[in-house]
């Protein structure tokens, strides 16, 4: 072993820089540092108790270069395999050795993962409103800032607030700096800062008959060419889901998203039965197995896992290459609960391999830049990343602990009509 690349130390960062993350970095001997993302949204403290008091001790005097190895030393080594808190710690480990691996390369990882498939990454950002005229702003405002594929998420008449629209008007900027201004930098999700996790209500008659009318309002405006996305967030049952393909098919989506719960894979079966609305899946996943019925059978048509919830880089090469064979595409997570790291982690994978579909960004707060400091760029609608060697993206920890870690939870659901809880 190059006793340069000796792993010496593990640590772990859990800091609130606008929201909560869970930073992992890596050194080598020889001085080299990678950095991972560890960050489940609502559950950090355990997968940083997981790294801290599990993980990294074992990783002292490993061999960073062993990338692969040490993956199946943690996925297979651990005996309990699966589960977003293991992924996400695995992943963690296997970006930061990406990152030093491709520092000791000198090179960007997108080099050593096979060069550029592409100039840029597409992405598309989140329009939302309370009112259609408001929605019709939102879409406006996201073509100004060069985005060229849009979401939409629309409030529901009756209902008191709906996942995706954002909760102030200053959200979508992600506006706030420094401690107190909380409340707007949590935008669209909203992962409150509070003890318990706030509720919303639901109903999905309202939602089913309000929806179409929205894409409508979207498309008579803006015209037919533009990629317009919608997320249903594990709301519908199969059939509800199958209705809400086939009601949006004259809007011509490029992908409605989590449609139905997806433990049971046997539903999109039947969706797939009534809609040629292509379909979004896969960020509450956490391995190639999650996938395979899906991929095998062609039911669905994008890939949703990040790198941080997928297991890492090492892993998520697999399941695309795997999806490939099917002819389907990434789509991947790019909410701001994945920190910069594992943005940049996804964005390399995305510029080198051949099935690339689009991405998600949603852009971070100014303190959670400040913090990263990542080298990709947005402009004319596509993520692009920088030349130096690694990611492209740091952790100022000094900085960083100036912003304390505060529980903050996703809302739970209820049903309006009896309050019984249902999917978020
Ligand atoms: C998305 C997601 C997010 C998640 C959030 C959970 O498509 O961006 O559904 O909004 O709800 O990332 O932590
Ligand atoms: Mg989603």
């Known amino acids: 072993m190059d006793k340069d690349m000796r792993i010496a130390k593990a640590e772990v960062f859990v800091h609130s820089p606008g929201r909560n993350f869970v930073t992992l970095r890596i050194t080598t001997e020889g001085g080299l540092v990678g950095y991972g993302d560890a960050t489940v949204n609502g559950r950090e403290l355990s997968v940083a108790s997981y790294l801290r008091d599990h993980l990294a001790p074992m990783l002292i005097g490993r061999d960073a270069h ?4 040490t993956w199946q ?16 710690a695995i992943a963690a480990i296997d970006m930061a050795l990406w990152d030093i691996k491709a520092k000791a390369a000198n090179m960007p990882l997108y080099q050593l993962l096979g060069g550029k498939s592409r100039e840029g990454c597409l992405a598309y950002g989140h329009a939302s409103g309370r009112e259609i005229s408001e929605i019709l702003d939102s879409v406006r405002e996201h073509m100004e800032k060069g985005y060229r594929a849009i979401r939409v998420q629309s409030a529901i008449p009756g209902l008191n607030s709906v996942y995706g629209v954002a909760a102030s008007a200053n959200a979508a900027a992600g506006a706030g700096k ?18 318990v996790p706030v509720e919303e209500e639901w109903d999905t008659r309202a939602y089913l008959n309000y929806i179409p009318k929205v894409f409508e309002a979207v498309r008579n405006e803006f015209g037919p060419e533009l990629p317009l996305l919608h997320d249903a967030h594990h709301r519908l049952t199969p059939i509800q889901a199958a209705r809400l393909g086939k009601s949006l098919e004259p809007y011509d989506l490029f992908w409605i998203e989590d449609v139905t719960p997806a433990e049971n894979t046997d539903a999109f079966r039947l969706i797939r039965q009534h809609t040629t609305t292509p ?18 059978e062609q039911l669905i048509d994008y890939v949703r896992s990040p790198v941080s919830h997928g297991g890492g880089i090492t892993p998520l090469k697999k399941i695309f290459d795997y999806a490939a064979v099917y002819q389907i595409k990434s789509g991947v997570h790019g909410p701001t609960d994945v920190s910069p790291i594992g943005h940049a982690a996804s964005l390399h994978l995305g510029m080198a391999i051949h099935n690339y579909g689009i991405s998600e960004y ?15 760029t947005f402009t004319d609608g596509m993520i692009r990343p920088g030349s130096s060697p690694g990611l492209g993206v740091t952790y100022d920890d000094k900085l960083a602990s100036q912003f304390e870690y505060e529980a903050a939870y996703l809302p739970v659901n209820r049903l309006k009509i009896d309050g019984t809880m249902h999917d978020w």
């Open 279 to 296: 379909l979004a899946v896969g960020e509450i996943f956490n391995t190639i197995f999650d996938y395979k019925d899906l991929f095998e």
């Open 73 to 88: 030393y943690f996925y297979r080594g651990s005996y309990w395999r699966r589960g977003p808190i293991t992924m996400t």
């Open 362 to 376: 949603m852009q971070h707060s100014p303190d959670t830049n400040d913090v990263f400091q990542p080298e990709y």
């Open 66 to 69: 062993n990338i692969e190895d």
């Open 178 to 195: 420094g401690k107190g201004a909380s409340s707007a930098r949590y935008d669209y999700e909203p992962a409150r800062r509070s003890a």
